[in-house]
């Protein structure tokens, strides 16, 4: 089979490989889509942490099942599937939960192990999620992106009518935006980039403001009809955004950190208590998330192209990967077709 590897920062090329042998408890999944995300650019920089090489990328997945192990029960021959990338241990704290998004030796298709940059990959019959007929191979690979904005969702306990707002509009902040809307919330998304805000505005019909505006809080103010959102949901990443974030909930409304800050926050911590602020971290998605997207994608409520901008090609991507993929600033999700 042929799969494309990444062997040190800087260093990605085509290989032929051995289609795996698969275990009792595996299928193996024919892929026929993978979507790009920012771990697998991150990656290639040598920017991504707790990251080992050589590495096959790829944890956004979807396939078709071609073989199917002996020990599985409910998954069988033929079926289209999405991947959830996630392999929790089941037996810390946090699995016997069912919080399998958060375990302590978690890993992950295409980042601890390989992924699905590959024409086969050997899945754990656990980590499949069927797809109804009516939701695409390409829809199927952008499931996981969506998951962690349901997952967000649902940590939120966002209600059909609440004020939400959303910043950053990358992939994450769009998938957080789309499902609140989703859920029946009024949504604001910000980013100070103008194009992000246009294609925010333009596929999702929603309000899009620049939080580097001197009337940013005014203009969130106006548009939730004078009061400030009772939820933040921030998944940017950047320290002076979320640090700044406990300024723009309202009293008694919650905060969620989506995207990932590697350092200290400091937060006012008057403010934080006049307000009876909730502080929500939100990593990862379960099971429940990805079933929901599903619905959600099966019912036309969310779509694909609200973050899907560009179409690849697996057999010839690889030989362009660092100006197409990595250095492509236009890009918001790559969606690889095999």
Avoid at 88 to 103: D, I, L
Avoid at 147 to 175: C, D, F, T, Y
Avoid at 262 to 288: C, M, W, Y
């Amino acid at each position: 089979m042929k799969t494309l590897i990444c062997n040190e920062p800087h260093s990605i090329e085509y290989i032929e490989r051995d289609i795996p042998t698969i275990q009792p408890n595996e299928v193996l999944l024919k892929i026929k889509s993978v979507g790009i995300c920012g771990t697998d650019i991150h990656a290639y920089t040598g920017n991504q942490p707790f990251f080992s090489y050589p590495r096959v990328l790829g944890h956004e997945m979807s396939g078709t099942v071609s073989q199917v192990g002996s020990d599985c029960k409910d998954i069988t021959q033929g079926q289209r599937c999405a991947v959830i990338p996630a392999i929790p241990c089941g037996q810390c704290a946090a699995c016997a939960e069912g919080k399998t998004n958060c375990c302590e030796d978690i890993s992950l298709y295409g980042v601890h192990q390989d992924g699905g940059f590959s024409e086969y990959l050997a899945v754990l019959e656990d980590n499949l999620v069927k797809l109804p007929d009516n939701v695409s191979d390409s829809q199927g690979s952008i499931v996981e992106c969506f998951s962690i904005g349901a997952h967000s969702v649902r940590r939120a306990e966002i209600k059909p009518g609440q004020n939400v707002l959303v910043i950053g509009a990358g992939p994450i902040g769009l998938g957080v935006a789309s499902i609140a809307k989703a859920e029946g919330a009024n949504v604001i998304i910000a980013d100070v980039s103008d194009a992000r805000r246009e294609h925010a505005e333009s596929l999702l019909q929603i309000t899009a403001l620049n939080p580097m505006s001197e009337t940013y809080v005014d203009d969130l103010k106006s548009t939730f009809k004078g009061r400030l959102p009772c939820v933040l949901m921030d998944a940017t990443g950047n320290k002076a955004s979320m640090s700044r974030s406990v300024e723009l909930i309202r009293h008694g409304g919650k905060i969620v950190f989506i995207g990932l800050y590697i350092g200290d926050l400091v937060l006012d911590d008057p403010t934080f208590h006049k307000k009876e602020t909730t502080l929500l971290s939100s990593r990862n998605a379960t099971r429940q998330d990805f079933e929901r997207v599903i619905e959600l994608m099966s019912l036309g409520k969310i779509d694909e192209k609200i973050m899907k901008n560009k179409e690849y090609d697996f057999h010839t991507f690889g030989n362009t990967y660092k100006e197409n993929v990595v250095e492509n600033k236009s890009l918001v999700k790559g969606i690889i077709k095999f």
